[in-house]
């Protein structure tokens, strides 16, 4: 049976001075307005201006090299400037996907071309990126997916779909999977990553509303978009290696487990003077689980340095740390919403109620509940993740 890779990491120092310099830019913006924490700000806090003030601090494409507008830091004085954005729930949903994803992509299998011509402008904070991997039926069987590259001279002819593309509205470019020729025996094959403009008149972008009003998600329709030749990243067909390698990025971040971290903050402040112990319990228990998760997605930022691909390791984390993050929703509710006396042995609403952060607690409850049912979902759904790990384990 395979074993899971979870070394224990201990930060460097340059990385805990990088975080009080995070925190004193963060105490800073917070405090002249600059932004309000929300939950889940990686999908929801789109703020151009505060993309491009990363940027400028060089916390964007922080490990890339420098010739590409990188800064040639460690995966560990990244993973803790995601950290501190995330917790203070800041408004990083712009650069998020370009900076996670899709630069690493083109760094790792792009041309240099393409290299000199995006990583720069993503650095700086001004350019966005969509992920194009689901399709109405090429969700969770990503092999399945059928948006069509035809040969086209030197390039490509795209038709079809992609679904669930988050910001897809307001970013420049995608990297869609797509279908370039057939796909095999092991199903893998025949698949292509292409770079798309968003901006081109033959792509089509129609909103799909969440629960809550807003509009994060689109259908993306590609009405015969000409692909040329170099947008194409690395070699056609081989788009499945590639798009594995991604999902490790795209799933072992602690945004898998910090979405609603602003709320567990805001709850402790409120319940502080509460000397509850049932709701003691309950804290602490979530405050341990937390500090497990992190020390289970650190190891993997570990391996990420060393140049490793941890997909089982990225799956059992992102399973665990989105409950995680639905459990922190579910204790809110039930102190801020049932603590009348007696209910479920809750009894602190008075106290809580006195408590001047409860407006703004309640409205990152709200937040949680309604972005909630994404969050096992996106990045692939929780069974599916179980299976990864369990091949990983060698049960199945
Ligand atoms: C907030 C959010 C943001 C997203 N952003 C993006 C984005 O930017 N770009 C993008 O491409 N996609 C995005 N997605 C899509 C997301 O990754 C998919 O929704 C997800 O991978 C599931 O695919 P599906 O919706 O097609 O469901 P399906 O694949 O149809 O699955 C439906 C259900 O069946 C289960 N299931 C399916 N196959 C199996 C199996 N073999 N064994 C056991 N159970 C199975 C699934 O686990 C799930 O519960 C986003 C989703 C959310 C919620």
Redo the contacts with the bound molecule.
């Keep these: 049976m395979s074993r899971f890779t979870f070394e224990s990491i201990r930060l460097p120092d340059t990385a805990e001075d990088l975080r009080q310099d995070v925190r004193r830019f963060l105490a800073d913006e917070q405090a002249k307005g600059g932004f309000v924490p929300v939950v889940d700000s990686w ?1 929801s806090g789109f703020n151009p201006d505060f993309s491009e003030k990363l940027g400028r601090m060089g916390w964007i494409g922080m490990v890339w090299p420098e010739k590409y507008g990188g800064h040639a830091r460690s995966t560990l004085e990244r993973y803790v400037v995601m950290e501190e954005l995330l917790a203070a729930g800041a408004p990083v949903g712009a650069h998020w ?1 370009a900076d996670r994803q899709m630069g690493p992509m083109i760094l790792r299998h792009g041309t240099e071309a393409q290299k000199e011509r995006f990583l720069p402008d993503m650095a700086k904070g001004v350019s966005y990126w ?12 990503l092999s399945a997916a059928q948006a069509k590259l035809t040969p086209d001279g030197a390039g490509w002819r795209l038709s079809g779909q ?7 509205h307001r970013c420049q470019y995608m990297i869609a999977l797509c279908r370039s020729g057939p796909a095999g025996d092991d199903r893998h094959g025949g698949l292509t990553n292409v770079i798309i403009d968003l901006r081109d008149p033959a792509v089509t972008i129609r909103p799909i509303y969440l629960i809550s009003g807003e509009h ?2 689109n259908e993306v329709i590609f009405n015969d978009v000409y692909i040329s030749e170099d947008m194409v990243i690395g070699e056609p067909g081989d788009g499945w290696h590639q798009v594995t390698e991604e999902l490790a990025h795209e799933r072992s971040g602690p945004e898998r487990f910090l979405s609603t971290m602003p709320l567990f903050e805001a709850l402790v402040q409120v319940t502080q003077h509460s000397e509850d112990r049932y709701l003691q319990r309950e804290l602490a228990a979530l405050a341990s689980e937390l500090a497990a998760l992190r020390q289970l997605s650190l190891s993997i930022a570990g391996i990420l340095e060393q140049g490793g691909n941890p997909v089982v390791e990225a799956a059992l984390v992102k399973d665990a740390g989105t409950r995680f993050e639905r459990k922190v929703t579910e204790v809110a509710e039930r102190v801020l919403q049932l603590g009348t006396n007696g209910e479920g042995g809750v009894g602190v609403s008075d106290e809580i109620a006195a408590n001047s952060g409860i407006a703004a607690a309640e409205t990152l409850l709200a937040q949680a509940i309604l ?1 909630g ?3 096992t ?8 993740l179980r ?1 990864i790990v369990a091949r990983g384990l060698g049960l199945r």
């Excluded at 992609?162 to 897809?168: D, F, H, R, V």
């Design positions: 999908l996907v969509a992920i194009g991997m689901s399709e109405p039926n090429a969700g969770s069987d992609k679904l669930w593309s988050s910001g897809a994060h998600f972005h049912p994404g969050f979902i996106r990045g692939g759904t929780n069974e599916i299976g």
